[in-house]
């Protein structure tokens, strides 16, 4: 899923400076899982700002609303109601960067702000901790890596193994994260696929990443 | 086309090689480091120039590499994948070729995080062992990586980098195995301040056959003070110094430890010489480079063979 994590209180409070009446817009899809924008969440910014403003001797109204997920343009269109009928002059969305923009996009004329830094593709580790898993670079390969994404986990990408920067089984850029070629090699060692991992990975075709410019996939079997 | 470069005619004669390396300056002054790497004219074989060692932003390797070769000594051109894609890389060693540079040392690099611009982007297009296959294939078929044909016949001599200091050395020896299937024509490694670890990592490779397939030039190290070695052990990836070695540093007066650090480098040196496998040092002397030519002197390596 998306992992996304909220803004600092202050970072929000300085976008909203000049705003009197919002609208905050939650997300039920992988936001609501990582606790970052669900219901929940959404109540629990809406009161911290209606407080902060109050204390400030601005007070801000604010109407919440949590959508079932930000990234379908036919749940978007269920904020049409409201934005008609209120005058919001601006709408925070807590969802991954994906909702903001989408709702810009709908609603030319009104000021969208990110309640969310969106933070990576991952999942959950244990409770409250989620980890980093994949880069999408768009052209999966872990199947030469024993399972495990190095283009992700690996601080430098590496495809041929660990830079020699990899001490005790730890990582150059950190000390408490695991050389991800550590795990790769132990998997394949298990796998007895050691043989494989002497073969050369040649240089990555990166035009199905991001370098190649933002992508779209078009599947002819379900466009209407 | 293969390069005749000092260096590579040197390790081709079974000679053993003497190399040191120079970090470009933070700015634009060299004339402290040309002044200095005049002194070391006969007495190296070849010297490094590193790339932005550290992840910390200095003068271009390729530029004082050309100004080594100018004042009549050969360098070898550090390139790190950190920083350039493979546009930048190829353009790079290509100009670096048309002004008369031929050894390469291919390496990834160490990470932005550590170095004094943790906000940049990292770039890691290609590791070090796709980078050493790619400058092989312009050397040896005239092709850029998108099989395009180039103008001209560089030459290079081409190497690689390995840390015998390292936990699981089944993994590392077969990422060194295939740096040289790669192409690598020399592997450099990390200083050996331990002589144990670092024949452990040997009698693998040689083990391997790979000392035979390609020379091993062991990196030395000449440690300036404790102070330094601090610094080191802290902010280096991949150098490791041994208790034994600081405490040893640590136990003689303050301005006594580059003597004693000189000491230990000259021992580790004449060690080396004896170990099968070994075809040369690379003598860093970091802050220190103005005590190269003494301790090549006293170490033995002197003169150097001629190879004209």
């Known amino acids: 899923m998306i992992i996304a994590e ?22 039920k899809g992988c936001v609501t899982v990582c606790n970052a924008g669900g219901k929940k969440e959404v109540a629990i910014l809406a009161s911290a700002l209606r407080i902060a403003r109050r204390k400030q001797g601005k007070p801000i109204t604010i109407d919440e609303l949590t959508l079932d997920r930000q990234c379908e343009p036919e749940f978007i269109a269920w904020l049409d109601d409201p934005i008609k009928k209120n005058d919001y002059d601006a709408i925070i969305s807590l969802a991954c960067s994906i909702g903001p923009q989408y709702i810009a996009e709908a609603f030319d004329t009104m000021v969208v702000l990110p309640g969310l830094n969106t933070s990576f593709m991952g999942g959950t580790l244990e409770h409250g901790i989620w980890g980093e898993y994949c880069a999408a670079c768009g052209s999966c390969e872990i199947h030469n890596f024993g399972g495990l994404c190095p283009i992700t986990r690996c601080a430098k990408g590496l495809l041929n193994g660990p830079c020699g920067g990899s001490v005790d089984g730890k990582c150059e850029v950190n000390k408490d994260l695991d050389c991800i070629w550590e795990l790769i090699y132990k998997r394949m060692k298990k796998l007895g696929q050691l043989d494989r991992l002497g073969q050369k990975i040649a ?22 | 086309m293969k390069a005749e470069t000092n260096l590579q005619k040197i390790l081709a004669r079974g000679e053993f090689a003497v190399t040191c390396e120079y970090d470009p300056p933070r700015g634009v002054d060299v004339d402290s480091i ?91 297009d290609l590791d070090s062992i796709q980078w050493i296959a790619a400058v092989r294939e312009i050397r040896d078929n005239g092709c850029l990586m998108n099989a395009k044909k180039i103008s001209g016949s560089p030459r290079f001599f081409v190497g690689g ?14 990422r060194l195995e295939k740096k040289i299937a790669a192409g690598a024509e020399f592997i450099q490694t990390q200083p050996v301040l331990e002589m144990e670890p670092f024949k452990k990592w040997l009698n693998q490779a040689k083990d391997q056959g790979l000392t035979d397939r390609c020379p091993v030039i062991a990196g030395v190290i000449a440690l300036k003070s404790v102070k330094m070695a601090q ?78």
């Open chain 1, 6 to 27: 909220r803004k600092p209180i202050q970072e929000i409070l300085e976008m909203v400076r000049n705003h009197q009446r919002i609208l905050m817009v939650g997300c």
């Open chain 2, 34 to 124: 040309l002044k200095n790497a005049a002194q070391l004219k006969g007495k190296v074989d070849a010297v490094n120039v590193n790339d932005n060692p550290t992840a910390k932003v200095r003068m271009s390797s390729w530029a004082l590499s050309k100004m080594l070769l100018d004042v009549g000594l050969e360098p070898v051109f550090q390139m790190t994948t950190r920083d350039r894609n493979r546009i930048a890389l190829q353009s790079d060693l290509l100009g670096a070729s048309a002004l008369g540079i031929q050894n390469v040392l291919c390496l990834t690099g160490d990470h932005p995080a550590r170095g004094d611009h943790p906000q940049a982007k990292k770039v890691f």
């Open chain 2, 231 to 308: 610094y080191l052990r802290n902010t280096v990836p991949g150098i490791m110094i041994p208790d034994t070695v600081m405490d040893r540093l640590g136990a003689v007066a303050e301005n006594q430890q580059q003597e004693e650090g000189m000491k230990i480098c000259i021992e580790n040196i004449e060690e080396i010489k004896q170990t099968k496998g070994v075809t040369g040092v690379h003598i860093i002397a970091i802050g220190c480079e103005e005590k190269l030519p003494e301790i090549i002197e006293r170490a033995g390596l002197l003169p150097r063979p001629d190879i004209s």
């Open chain 1, 203 to 224: 240089a990555k075709d990166w035009s199905t990443s991001l370098s190649g410019g933002p992508r779209k996939i078009i599947r002819e079997d379900l466009t209407i």
């Open chain 2, 161 to 174: 980098v390995a840390n015998p200091f390292v936990q699981s050395l089944e993994l590392h020896i077969i």
